[in-house]
């Protein structure tokens, strides 16, 4: 789906917008570095989901690096807020959640939160670019309904559950039917990737 | 139910293959050398949780009962937040392990003082000397931490 980011891959952040957010200073200060350090100029900080509204109310960002553990709103909460109610200048924003640790009821809530991608803390320089540059080049439809709004859950198309039809109308069952026409010949498959002159 | 499937504009996507930009890395370099400069800050503050963690919930705290489950997940949090500086240490996978230890009391609402001490002694161990123990002897006890606390690495 996307090329990997190589130490040679050049990258330029210098005109986006980034927002990061995070109730730890210190752990504020170590991303904020980090992106900085990445290019970006136009860097917002944010102490508390309510800050971070407030910045989202007023600018319009390029990405979001939001921490999941804070007190009063977390960052599950406050992605599920941006991508319903962030306006439509960043309701579609790519967002990065960093956790370092994911408490056992809040697996399916972060997953469902509606980010492009979770990140494991401590936060290394590396892994966060490869993350960013991923998620400035994935290519996952964005689906909204009435329980989900964020980028398709399913990394691969893998076909349907075993034993079920799948939801989505390309679906194809897992049984593979009968051939509707006949086989193609050696010729028929020879003439196909025969080498023809272009006009160009 | 209605669903509604669209791809929408990514800005960041254009932006990243403009003109002039840096090698990625170099970016990595800039980032890091950026980051050194918060570690004597970043150790500070990782020292401090470490304290506060072992005088509100060690042995000898007096009133280590009646302390919500929250604050040590919040502090083993804090722990693991600037945990990067000591990575070679195993201090960073520990407080994992106390942050699921801290996430299953809380499920259960009880504490299992036990597993709590061994891990406030394991940490204590590790930010003295971990960068020191062999390899395998750290791992070792890394496991030991998991098995007492349930968490399980691989999910984060």
């Known amino acids: ?200 | 139910m209605t669903v509604r499937k669209f791809r929408p504009p990514n800005r960041l996507a254009g932006m990243i293959k403009d003109r002039g930009g840096v090698l990625a890395k170099d970016a990595v370099a800039a980032a890091e050398a950026g980051v050194e400069t918060l570690r004597e800050a970043s150790m500070a503050a990782l020292d401090e949780a470490l304290g506060e963690i072992a005088r509100r919930f060690g042995k000898d705290a007096a009133d280590r009962d009646a302390q919500p489950y929250e604050v040590l997940y919040l502090l083993a949090s804090k722990v693991i937040d600037v945990s990067a500086f000591v990575a070679d240490t195993g201090v960073d996978k520990a407080a994992m392990s106390l942050c699921g230890l801290a996430d299953s009391c809380a499920e259960t609402k009880a504490w299992r003082w036990d597993a709590v001490d061994v891990h406030l002694n394991a940490l204590k161990l590790l930010r003295a000397m971990g960068a020191q123990l062999p390899v395998e002897q750290r791992e070792a006890m890394l496991q030991g931490l998991y098995r007492v606390s349930h968490y399980r690495p691989e999910e984060g």
Not at chain 1, 74 to 79: A, L
Not at chain 1, 106 to 125: E, W
């Open chain 1, 1 to 200: 789906m996307t090329d990997a980011l190589l130490p040679s891959t050049r990258i330029n952040l210098e005109r986006a917008t980034v927002l990061v957010l995070d109730d730890n200073g210190p752990s504020l200060d170590i991303l904020s570095q980090v992106v900085s350090g990445f290019g970006v100029k136009q860097l917002h900080r944010a102490e508390s989901v309510m800050d971070a509204q407030v910045l989202v109310g007023t600018k319009t960002f390029d990405l979001i690096i939001s921490d999941v553990q804070m007190p009063v709103t977390d960052g599950i909460e406050f992605i599920e807020w941006l991508r319903r109610e962030g306006g439509e200048n960043n309701r579609y924003v790519p967002v990065i959640l960093v956790t370092g640790h994911t408490r056992t009821s809040q697996i399916f809530k972060l997953r469902d939160a509606g980010s492009n991608y979770v990140v494991a803390k401590p936060i290394t320089p590396k892994v966060l670019l490869e993350r960013i540059f991923w998620v400035a080049r994935e290519e996952r439809v964005f689906v909204e309904c009435d329980s989900y709004v964020g980028p398709d859950r399913r990394f691969k198309h893998q076909g349907p559950p075993p034993g079920t039809d799948g939801r989505r109308k390309d679906d194809l069952p897992a049984e593979v039917g009968d051939a509707h026409m006949p086989n193609l010949s050696d010729d028929e498959i020879s003439n196909m990737m025969r080498p023809a002159k272009v006009q160009i």
